[in-house]
Antibody
Framework: EVQLVESGGGVVQPGGSLRLSCSAA????????MHWVRHAPGKGLEWVSL????????FYEDSVRVRFTISRDNSKNSLFLQMNSLRTDDTAFYYC???????????????WGQGALVTVSS | DIQMTQSPSSLSASVGDRVTISCRAS??????LNWYQHKPGKAPKLLIF???SLQSGVPSRFSGSGSGTDFTLTISSLQPEDFATYYC?????????FGQGTKVEIK
């Protein structure tokens, strides 16, 4: 069974930093593109970032491009999101999500974690 | 960016009802359209991918159709566990965007 477990959420002041982690199990993590998707209160789902299976390709949503960095450690089946210069509109549940296809990716998500809540507030 | 617009934003229905949710893309996305179910406090769940392919383990009362810019998710006979918010998502081009969601509530 695929399992994705996020950690590292919390409350941070505007301008602060936070690092989210996602621990993966139940599938060959090193074969899959991985994503971060967020859900802000009262809003819809928003794709945030992806990283290819080998870390060579990374993409970001425009509003986070220069502030967030996605990375992975295939030896530890782990995905990360370093979030800097946080703003109040970054407040959301952040989900780690697995791409459905191996290799280049299909850019949709067949497994999700339970989410980590990030609250940016003074 | 490709904008995804769902309608309605919410609906009330009874158990056993047939429910249809629409999703429109701001440009043609061929059949690169996926549907998710999201319940509060739970992980979102993939229901349909590539417009009409049923994800493994998803009940057959869920179906999807459409291509180009107009797509539909249908629940043939609504069950108590289907009350949730449903999202469409395009996987045609980055950034991979979602619709605003359709909340299905109990009548």
């Amino acid at each position: 069974e695929v399992q994705l477990v996020e950690s590292g959420g919390g409350v941070v002041q505007p301008g602060g930093s936070l690092r989210l982690s996602c621990s993966a199990a139940g599938f060959p993590f090193h074969n899959y593109t991985m994503h971060w998707v967020r859900h802000a209160p009262g809003k819809g789902l928003e794709w945030v970032s992806l990283i290819s299976w080998n870390g060579a390709s990374r993409f970001y949503e425009d509003s986070v491009r220069v502030r967030f960095t996605i990375s992975r450690d295939n030896s530890k089946n782990s995905l990360f999101l370093q979030m800097n210069s946080l703003r109040t509109d970054d407040t959301a549940f952040y989900y780690c999500a697995k791409d459905k296809e191996t290799g280049g990716g299909s850019y949709f998500f067949d497994a999700w974690g339970q989410g980590a809540l990030v609250t940016v507030s003074s | 960016d490709i904008q995804m617009t769902q309608s309605p934003s919410s609906l009330s229905a009874s158990v056993g009802d047939r429910v249809t949710i629409s999703c429109r893309a701001s440009q043609s996305i061929s059949r690169y359209l996926n549907w998710y179910q999201h319940k509060p406090g739970k992980a979102p769940k993939l229901l349909i991918f590539a417009a009409s392919s049923l994800q493994s383990g998803v009940p057959s009362r869920f179906s999807g159709s459409g291509s180009g810019t107009d797509f539909t998710l249908t629940i043939s006979s609504l069950q108590p566990e289907d009350f949730a918010t449903y999202y469409c998502q395009q996987s045609y081009s980055t950034p991979w965007t979602f619709g605003q969601g359709t909340k299905v509530e109990i009548k």
